[in-house]
């Protein structure tokens, strides 16, 4: 099956893609040095369309590419990456760029994302712990060199803690009326 070259992004798509790679750091591919780069916003412009003055004749991210590395980029037809400082004006093509890994969300959490996230982590206490068992069995503490060499021991067993249940709270609301909490629950 060939791969279509002729992609483009709509507005819309291209809002949505701002939101979530505004201030995420990326490295290059079409460099031989790795170099770590902030995305500040995505150009309105494709690659192809994108231009700058090079040695006093305009040309386009695209055509520079070509030029300077003997890239010939696969997707003109997307938008490059605009990278800091804001003032270099630096444009980099999304298909050569790879997102850093271990980098924190720092936009709000869309419904689906929240919702994906909270199914992720409310988990019963016994699963949890069966999930945290089988992680640690698998990760094979007791041989890791680094570990030993500092001398950290990791204990298999659990920590278990007494717990207390608390009493649920009362609400109170329009004209000097209470509701306490059932099961969680504010209902009455």
């Keep these: 099956?060939?791969?279509?070259?002729?992609?483009?992004?709509?507005?819309?798509?291209?809002?949505?893609?701002?939101?979530?790679?505004?201030m995420l750091k990326v490295t290059v591919r079409h460099q031989n040095q790795k170099r770590v780069y902030r995305v500040l916003d995505l150009t309105d412009k494709?690659?192809?369309?994108?231009?700058?003055?090079?040695?006093?004749?305009?040309m386009s991210v695209a055509q520079y590419f070509q030029k300077q590395y003997g890239y010939q980029?696969?997707?003109p037809n997307l938008p490059c990456l605009w990278m800091s400082p804001k003032q270099?004006?630096?444009?980099?093509?999304?298909?050569?760029?790879?997102?850093?890994?271990g980098q924190r969300c720092v936009r709000k959490?869309?419904?689906d994302e929240v919702r994906t996230m909270i199914r992720a982590t409310a988990k019963k206490p016994h699963l949890r712990k069966q999930g945290?068992?089988?992680q640690f069995k698998f990760l094979n503490l007791d041989?890791?060199?680094?570990?030993?060499?500092?001398?950290?021991?990791?204990?298999?067993?659990?920590v278990s803690v007494r717990g207390k249940v608390l009493t649920a709270p009362s609400v109170g609301y329009a004209q000097q009326q209470s509701v306490q909490a059932q099961n969680g629950v504010l209902d009455s």
Excluded at 6 to 18: E, F, G, H, T, W
Excluded at 88 to 94: D, Q, S, V
Excluded at 151 to 157: L, S, T
Aim: glycine residues 2%.
């Design 109 to 111: 959490l869309t419904s």
């Design 46 to 58: 494709p690659a192809s369309k994108l231009s700058f003055e090079v040695e006093g004749r305009q």
């Design 143 to 158: 041989q890791d060199p680094y570990l030993k060499q500092f001398n950290i021991n990791v204990e298999r067993q659990q």
């Design 1 to 22: 099956r060939e791969m279509r070259t002729d992609v483009s992004l709509r507005d819309s798509d291209k809002v949505i893609m701002k939101k979530h790679l505004k």
């Design 88 to 101: 270099k004006r630096t444009y980099i093509p999304m298909e050569v760029c790879d997102i850093v890994e």
């Design 132 to 134: 945290i068992d089988e």
């Design 73 to 75: 980029l696969k997707y």
